[in-house]
């Protein structure tokens, strides 16, 4: 399995800016997407963002649209999530994590094979 390595997030003032990052070991296939999850106190794992590796196809969760951009590093096996205009409501531990065999656009948890370790992001009003 693709291993995923995700250095740590931030604390910002809401209306700022943080980029996560998500570094990928091996190899990844056609057919693998890598996606963002966040995962708020007493609240379920949810879907953030989506992109396929080779494509460069993206989804994103409608809460984010417009406001969050993921994107990838093919030399640095390198995932990304940009986050701009923050809302206290984004604060959570954020997920990377990959899947394989991606057919259409996987937003459940359970669709993903390998998972970073998370970190933290904390929006403040």
């Known amino acids: 399995q693709v291993q995923l390595v995700e250095p740590g997030g931030g604390s910002v003032q809401a209306g700022g800016s943080l980029r996560l990052s998500c570094a990928a070991s091996?190899?990844?296939?056609?057919?693998?997407?890598l996606g963002w999850f966040r995962q708020a106190p007493g609240k379920e794992r949810e879907f953030v963002a989506l992109?396929?590796?080779?494509?460069?196809?993206?989804n994103y969760a409608d809460s984010v649209k417009g406001r969050f951009t993921i994107s990838r590093d093919d030399a640095k096996n390198t995932v990304y999530l940009q986050m701009n205009s923050l809302k206290p409501e984004d604060t959570a531990v954020y997920y990377c994590?990959?899947?394989?065999?991606?057919?259409?656009?996987?937003?459940?948890?359970?669709?993903?094979?390998?998972w970073g370790q998370g970190t933290q992001v904390t929006v403040s009003s």
């Open positions: 994590a990959l899947a394989r065999g991606v057919i259409g656009a996987p937003v459940r948890a359970a669709a993903y094979d390998n």
């Open positions: 992109i396929r590796w080779i494509s460069r196809t993206t």
């Open positions: 091996g190899r990844i296939f056609s057919n693998y997407g």
